[in-house]
């Protein structure tokens, strides 16, 4: 009988998923106007453009920018079970699908767990915290040292006491990144910490936080460096659909505004539904802090940061989210292990 009901369980979640999933990006691509005005942004400013053949490199990058997360995720859990590196792809796929009905993407957690087979979801959803915990890292590292070089944009430092306020902030920030690295490369103390703030039910707790001590600091290293990758990858996307919407810009400069631009994303709290306008509102000001005062900017300076952003948005996560609802059906939301627990 719970067999039954698991498998009835687990086709109505997925059928819930495809449909809601579907709902979005129709929602998206047809009735949202802000894309529609976007998709005809892009196709002026792409037309107008003298950097057309970037085109073909944007659209390269993004299966490369899924195969690095995939790559990230399939050395994480290998740990608990086995899984080779399409079913990794896919299961990545899955999770952007999933996180399309979910806040902040925690569903891009769920949905990659459910293709484990054996091993135990919960234990699936801490080893992909690790990967995304790196990501942030790489995240905050990248935006720490881009506000490190533009803290004149934000704050008035002329007088001897304002400097010494821009030393206190550029400190707390390094302190910071620097608790944050050691605790990254230590996150096997999440055992001990979790010990001494639960020592009663640490028993229960122990055969899943366990997880926290699979991995060596080079395996972690590893980790932060596939992140690393990943963030210049898809920061690469950024800067080339810039250049494709006529703005041009230097490497460094965009990736200083870009990158702060990804941290606030990553604090704002989120649902996929209106993150294309948050995160073009935030590019914009970012930007517009350094070139409000040009003759481009007040020209089409805020539609090219829009559109690049939007666009990226869509190559990201719009048509990956596509290809993931393909997938859900792989999904296993109950097992015969979990139903008879």
């Not at 790489?138 to 070089?149: E, H, K, M, R, V």
């Not at 640490?202 to 997880?211: A, F, G, N, Q, R």
């Not at 920061?235 to 400069?253: A, K, R």
Request: a positive charge; one cysteine or more.
């Amino acid at each position: 009988m719970k067999a039954k009901v698991g498998k009835t369980a687990n086709i109505l979640l997925r059928l819930l998923i495809i449909v809601l999933s579907f709902w979005f990006v129709y929602h998206q691509l047809v009735h949202h106007r802000s894309f529609s005005e976007v998709f005809q942004q892009f196709k002026q400013l792409s037309f107008e453009s003298a950097r057309k053949e970037l085109q073909w490199l944007v659209l390269l990058l993004m299966p490369i920018n899924i195969a690095l997360e995939s790559f990230k995720w399939k050395l994480l859990i290998d740990k608990l079970e086995k899984v080779s590196f399409n079913r990794a792809f896919t299961a990545v796929l899955s999770g952007i699908s999933v996180s399309m009905i979910m806040p902040n993407r925690v569903g891009d957690f769920l949905g990659r767990v459910f293709i484990l087979q054996k091993e135990s979801h919960i234990k699936g959803i801490l080893v992909t915290l690790i990967g995304s915990v790196s990501q942030t890292l790489t995240t905050f590292l990248a935006g720490s040292i881009a506000f490190a070089f533009s803290t004149n944009l934000f704050l008035d430092f002329e007088t001897p006491l304002n400097e010494s306020l821009r030393f206190g902030i550029l400190l707390v920030i390094f302190l910071l990144l620097i608790f944050s690295i050691l605790l990254y490369f230590n996150v096997g103390l999440v055992k001990f910490v979790a010990k001494g703030i639960f020592p009663r039910r640490h028993e229960k707790l122990h055969k899943y936080i366990d997880v926290f001590t699979l991995y060596s600091q080079l395996e972690l290293l590893k980790i932060l460096s596939l992140s690393i990758l990943r963030f210049l990858v898809y920061t690469l996307q950024y800067y080339l659909l810039l250049l494709i919407c006529g703005f041009e810009i230097d490497y460094l400069t965009a990736m200083m505004f870009i990158s702060m631009t990804y941290v606030l994303l990553t604090i704002v709290p989120t649902i996929v539904i209106t993150e294309l306008s948050i995160r073009g509102s935030i590019a914009i000001y970012l930007f517009g802090l350094y070139f409000s005062n040009t003759a481009f900017w007040e020209a089409s300076g805020p539609t090219a940061v829009f559109t690049a952003s939007s666009v990226l948005w869509v190559l990201n996560l719009i048509i990956p989210a596509l290809f993931g609802i393909i997938f859900v059906y792989r999904l296993r939301f109950f097992r015969k292990q979990d139903l008879n627990e």
